[in-house]
């Protein structure tokens, strides 16, 4: 059997978050709002025409996928970001003093947004917040770091929109956020997980340091039906 991290949004909007799943079948997608990702059950013709029926007009599927499969004949390929899926094998508990944290919500949209469009930690959209717990540090009245939770697939939990205001980095504030979740998500019963592009090797770095190892290589993968792109020009 398929390890469930192996297709986690698949996992994710058919458990935990079925709530906010779009779709049935072989394939289902999140609600745009919420954030971009589809999955599949499998890379068959038949997976993707019922992906495809899903899509919204002029979009493209984004899939976390752990290998780049062939596609089937009426789709193409946009984009293949290579992922490494990291898993957190130990963690100490411990959790510094530190500056206050804010639990962060719909109300605090605004500050959130203007963080993520400094750093670009990722996809992050307007009912993100509402996958799971959102943390904050304020400087000033201003949000300068934040980290949440994303997928949740039973028994793990994807730590997400990790990101730090370039002016205060180098303070461990990201690291100091992470473990305020992975505390509450081990006393949950949950295993912390996150993925990262392999060329951020500072943000690996500190991810080891926290007791995160790597568990699979991972495809972040846009495809496109062939009619929504002839539909697009």
């Not at 990702?37 to 976390?64: C, N, T």
Request: net charge neutral.
């Amino acid at each position: 059997m398929d390890h469930p991290l192996d297709n986690p949004i698949w996992h994710a909007l058919h458990g935990p978050h079925r709530a906010f799943a779009i779709g049935s079948g072989l394939a289902v997608h999140d609600a745009r709002d919420v954030a971009v990702f589809s999955a599949i059950a499998d890379p068959g013709a038949e997976a993707h025409q019922e992906l495809a029926r899903g899509l919204p007009a002029g979009a493209e599927a984004r899939l976390v996928r752990r290998a780049v499969e062939p596609l089937p004949a009426g789709w193409i390929a946009l984009k293949d970001v290579p992922l490494l899926q990291m898993v957190a094998a130990r963690f100490d508990g411990e959790v510094p003093e530190g500056p206050p944290i804010a639990t962060l919500g719909l109300q605090n949209l605004g500050v959130v947004s203007s963080l993520v469009e400094r750093t670009q930690p990722g996809p992050f959209g307007p009912r993100t917040m509402t996958m799971g717990r959102y943390l904050g540090v304020f400087e000033g009245g201003e949000l300068v770091a934040m980290a949440g939770e994303r997928l949740r697939v039973s028994g793990y939990v994807e730590l997400s929109a990790v990101c730090t205001d370039p002016r205060v980095r180098g303070r461990g504030l990201a690291a100091y956020l992470m473990r305020h979740l992975m505390r509450t998500a081990v006393a949950r019963g949950e295993t912390p997980f996150l993925h990262v592009v392999p060329e951020n090797v500072g943000a690996i770095a500190i991810y080891r340091r926290l007791g995160f190892e790597v568990r699979a290589d991972m495809h972040y993968l846009w495809r496109r039906p062939v009619e929504a792109s002839a539909t697009r020009r």
